[in-house]
């Protein structure tokens, strides 16, 4: 990319402590609970953005959770993810997941400058949460049919998109799990 090297070396940039005061707050900024989320939500719709949500565990972050995540964000203007809880996680995966704790997973979504909002569910599904945050796009990854989507009735009710995209082959949380496991 130019201007990111000048010399094939990469440049390092000193920040000053109120710069990562900064960027921590930008950061935990996007980690909303439910009601200031709604309003968020509210605010970026009354300005007309159209607002994408996904879901899942994203326990181990990788390229293929990047790669969806791009992809989402780029149906609208922003994007939601809601976040499995850590009890969720173990009810879906079993008792040795997540690996990353909650606060973890949180973070690392809400640091990639693709990603507007991060809101924690409990529940099993994201129904409620999609029910509450009323997004007007929903996207989810894999072989998913948009009817059999977790909340696609409640956003098509209103006139809003369902989509499945596809995943990065080679990918995922599983297998990387896998390939620790065995070393």
């Known amino acids: 990319m130019p201007g990111l090297f000048t010399s094939g070396?990469?440049?390092l940039h000193a920040f000053a402590p109120n710069d990562l005061v900064f960027m921590l707050a930008s950061i935990e900024n996007k980690i909303q609970d439910w009601i200031p989320a709604k309003q968020t939500v509210e605010q970026w719709q009354a300005q007309g953005e159209a607002v994408v949500f996904t879901n899942g565990c994203f326990d181990l972050l990788h390229y293929g959770h990047l790669?969806?995540?791009m992809d989402a964000r780029q149906l609208g203007q922003r994007l939601i993810i809601g976040l499995n809880s850590a009890a969720s996680v173990s009810r879906l995966k079993g008792p040795h997941r997540p690996i990353n704790d909650e606060r973890t997973r949180q973070y690392q979504l809400a640091a990639l400058a693709?990603?507007?909002l991060v809101v924690v569910f409990e529940q099993d599904t994201p129904l409620d949460l999609i029910t509450?945050?009323?997004?007007d796009?929903?996207?989810k990854g894999g072989d998913w049919q948009p009817e059999q989507i977790v909340g696609a009735d409640v956003v098509q009710a209103k006139?809003?998109?369902?989509?499945s995209l596809p995943?990065?082959?080679g990918y995922s949380t599983t297998l990387i799990e896998q390939k620790i496991k065995q070393s």
Do not use: N, R, S, T
Not at 132 to 135: D, G, K, V, Y
Not at 159 to 163: A, L, P
């Open 9 to 11: 070396e990469p440049q």
């Open 167 to 169: 995943f990065v082959p």
């Open 114 to 116: 693709f990603v507007d």
């Open 137 to 139: 796009i929903l996207v």
């Open 67 to 69: 790669h969806y995540l």
């Open 159 to 163: 006139g809003g998109q369902v989509m």
């Open 132 to 135: 509450a945050l009323q997004p």
